[in-house]
């Protein structure tokens, strides 16, 4: 299907400026780069004069508002796009959420060196390819994931394009897309807190559906994570007993993964209350609060399983089958309930403690304190058969699992709307980053168009 001749011809126009030699699908692109490109169409703006070798030039200049972490603050800007290069492409944003990780950077409480946009992925239309980009054609609406796919690198033959390799690898991934208006650059691959996104074609997965921006912006980072720590590598097996630790974003799309997947009994542990409403809406069984629960915690998930026939006649195994950790360590604290430990090391060591000695654990927190450390008995770590998947993405492979998890919602599976429970317009992002680190929010999505 694709066209590598228009492809290079593309190329050598876009990197010499002249439309001389440019191909006719060369030009429909950019005809409908400018017919689609609504709001960056609208901003105007002309040719770079000087670009990469193999850059495309059709955007470049244009100017668009973006919110930009710098130094140690983080603000709207007004910024100018430089050419994108040959395995990028460019999309008009359309709704993005806010990852809990980039909250420091986004409320301006780490110092930032290199300005950037501090976002993970997104949903928009794209409005320009570089002359490389096979993945996908102007005019597509993709999602732009948090995890690229390559489908080449090691990892990726592998099976484990959760880890893969390439990302960012085509290009310096601190580069900058962008610059101010006093000529500093933005870096911010996939960022998106902007009107417009540059992202690598490996983060950058098509969809063909009705379903809403800000449904689908749910899926692009954390939604998608959650529903592969249920259906990837560590699948639920229908009957089973699954606990999720921890009802953010993440652990409210595990929740709903083990309920599709036809888990018997899922127990949400949360200490927000709010969130263990939602996780009981969503398709817990049962909903814990860890701060009631305090040591007795293992103890109490296993009387929950002791007490199913199945698991009495079955010979006594009275551990869950699978354990999904989602809770992480706080990077603010939170304008909610406080949990049990703030280092977010306590429900690591719970998952594993609580995982049957046949089972599996998933775990995708992030942001522990440095050196902090987890132990195993060493009779469990050498000899039990827990398996352990580690986080990162949790097994998901963008490219194959997104299409499929856009067809849950539309099957009215997975409910992304329960989960977007703030948006935001572009200009009041930082008051989206503000929900999401004092939590709020489920997920805070920015819609910048
Ligand atoms: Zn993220
Ligand atoms: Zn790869």
Redesign the pocket.
Known sequence: MTDRSSRSQSSSGGASGSSGGVSRRAMVRRTAAVVGGGAAAMLGGTAASAQAPGASSGQARRTFRAYVAFGREASMQTLTLLPIGPRQVLVRTEAAQI?Y??TRQGLGAVNVAQAVIPC?GGVGTVIEVGASVERVEVGQRVIVA?QAQCGTCYNCLRGRADHCLRGNADGNPNGAIAEMRDGTKVAGFRAGCSELMVAFETYCVPVVTSVSPVELSVLA??GMVGLAATMTKARVEAGSDVVVLGCGPLGLSAVQGARIQGAAQIIAVEPIRYRRELALKLGATVALDPNVEGNNLVASIQQLCRSKTSRVAGGGNTLPDLVVEAVGGDLFPPKAEVGPDPTGVLPLQQAWQLCSPVGQVVTTGVGHPPGAMVSFPAGQWSNSSKTHQPGNVAGANSLRDLPRFVRLIEAGLFDAKALATATFPLERAREAFQAAADRTAVAAVVVPS
Request: charged share 15%; aromatic share 0%.
């Open positions: 990852c990780s980039t993970h948090g980072d954390v």
